[in-house]
């Protein structure tokens, strides 16, 4: 994977990590802190369809892959819609791990490429969802 791609995938950690911070030392009000981080995790969640969306394209795929890679989208914007508190964070998680696991076993890349792919996506799942734990004990 080209240096960029990495650069720009820790980069997309910034709010994640930011957010709890400044909530915590109280520099962001604690509700809209929630709410601005639900938001973005919510939009960084239906990126990663994207993917899915391509490869199904891209390798003439007719299966489940096409359908899936809606999912994120769909799931971010309905647990925005009729989740609060720590339940949302939970569902848009578990919607980040269950992501990953499905990337690792579908997406038809070339095997290094998909190993620095899994690899990097596995250490930005990670602080995403201790991101989402940390919001929630806020």
Known sequence: MHKTT???GYAGLIPFVSMPILVMIGLVDAYLGYLHFVQYSAIILSFFGGIHWLDAIQ???KDHQLFVSMLPSI???LSLMFLDGTM???VL???YIGILLYDKYVL???KDILMDYTKMRMQ???VVVL???FMAYN
């Open 75 to 77: 799931v971010a914007w």
């Open 88 to 90: 949302l964070l939970s």
């Open 59 to 61: 390798n003439r795929r």
């Open 108 to 110: 038809a890349l070339e």
């Open 124 to 126: 930005l799942t990670t």
């Open 131 to 133: 991101s989402h734990l």
């Open 6 to 8: 990495k650069y720009l």
């Open 93 to 95: 998680s578990l919607s």
